[in-house]
């Protein structure tokens, strides 16, 4: 499909360890948003891609939370030593740039045990 | 980033007329205002947006006050699907989408 996409849809890790999430933009698309909703919840801002620009990472809540976006397009967003209070739905969103519109995946449900 | 401010909730009936208020007092001339909503266990989904003019799409109508500190996203003919949270955000280039608390809309039958 033409959409965003997010893989795996759900994920469920025992505490302390590593999780890898996936999130393959709209082609074309240059700007690419993470965000993390806790149940019952607000969408939290972790990260933000801007073409070539150095991403915005003012809303990673540890150094625990990394992401990278290689060649402009796919990006993976890094837990390191998962704990329980990083359960939450990992929301990805990418548009064109500029003023339009972004559009959301469904998001990866992670489960930490 | 400039903030908004929305009621936490609002109810309505269905076939009714919606109007959702958002105000945003610190704006910037180049903020422009999105609206975005979630149904229940989906992600976001764009509605509209627009910077000085009132704005109208097949999903609903943006009113934007002339000083511009507030705007009223319309919602024309309530339906049950139309049940969700909705999210005003002021959004310039360069800058990133941030969300508030929103508006939980519920429709009543």
């Known amino acids: 499909g033409a959409g965003v996409s997010q893989s795996p849809s759900n994920k469920v890790t025992e505490k302390g360890k590593d999780v890898e999430l996936r999130c393959d933009p709209i082609s074309g698309h240059t700007a690419l948003y993470w965000y993390r909703q806790s149940l019952g919840q607000g969408l939290e801002f972790l990260i933000y891609?801007?073409?070539?620009?150095?991403?915005?990472k003012s809303g990673l809540p540890s150094d625990r939370f990394s992401a990278e976006r290689t060649g402009g397009s796919v990006s993976t967003l890094t837990i390191q030593r998962t704990q329980q209070e990083d359960s939450a739905v990992y929301l990805c969103a990418s548009s064109p740039g500029g003023f339009t519109e972004a559009f959301f995946g469904q998001g990866t449900r992670l489960t930490v045990v | 980033d400039a903030k908004t401010t929305q009621p936490n909730s609002m109810e309505s009936n269905e076939e009714e007329p919606v109007h959702l208020p958002c105000n945003h007092s610190t704006i910037s001339g180049t903020d422009y205002i999105h609206w975005y909503r979630q149904l229940p266990s989906q992600g976001p989904e764009y509605v509209i947006h627009g910077l000085t003019s009132n704005v109208n799409n097949r999903m609903a109508s943006l009113a934007i006050a002339e000083d511009r500190k507030s705007s009223t996203l319309i919602l024309h003919r309530a339906t049950l699907r139309d049940a969700a949270v909705y999210y005003c955000?002021?959004?310039?280039?360069?800058?990133?989408?941030?969300f508030g608390q929103g508006t939980e809309l519920s429709v009543k039958p």
């Open positions: 955000i002021l959004y310039n280039q360069g800058g990133k989408l941030i």
């Open positions: 891609f801007q073409g070539n620009s150095a991403p915005d």
